[in-house]
Nanobody, 119 residues
Framework: QVQLVESGGGLVRQGGSLTLSCEVS????????MYWYRQTPGNERELVAS???????TYADFVKGRFAISRDEAKKTMYLQMNNLKPEDTAVYYC?????????????WGQGTQVTVSS
């Protein structure tokens, strides 16, 4: 029963900060890439940031300099520190992780957490 559960979303004023968490529960042999996506109604889900087991990370241009992705291997948790939030950051944020299982490497999705930034 592997699950990814996002938390930390909520309401914040523009310029404020939030930190999202994505915890992987259940046994997994290994976690490779972990990713944050976001989606608004009528739009495709877009990649926000990525972090790999090597520690390397990438960011979408629209969050560079404002967001920071990290991961805690012991807690099997990924974080997204969001600073200087803008109204256009309002979206449902989803975590995704490439997990090793008996089937090999399989991507799993969380159910999402709402982030709303007011102006």
């Amino acid at each position: 029963q592997v699950q990814l559960v996002e938390s930390g979303g909520g309401l914040v004023r523009q310029g404020g900060s939030l930190t999202l968490s994505c915890e992987v529960s259940g046994y997994v042999a290994a976690i490779d890439g972990m990713y944050w996506y976001r989606q608004t109604p009528g739009n495709e889900r877009e990649l926000v940031a990525s972090i790999f087991a090597s520690g390397s990370s990438t960011y979408a241009d629209f969050v560079k300099g404002r967001f920071a992705i990290s991961r805690d291997e012991a807690k099997k948790t990924m974080y997204l520190q969001m600073n200087n939030l803008k109204p256009e950051d309002t979206a449902v944020y989803y975590c995704n992780a490439n997990l090793a299982s008996n089937m090999g490497w399989v991507h799993h999705w969380g159910q999402g957490t709402q982030v709303t930034v007011s102006s």
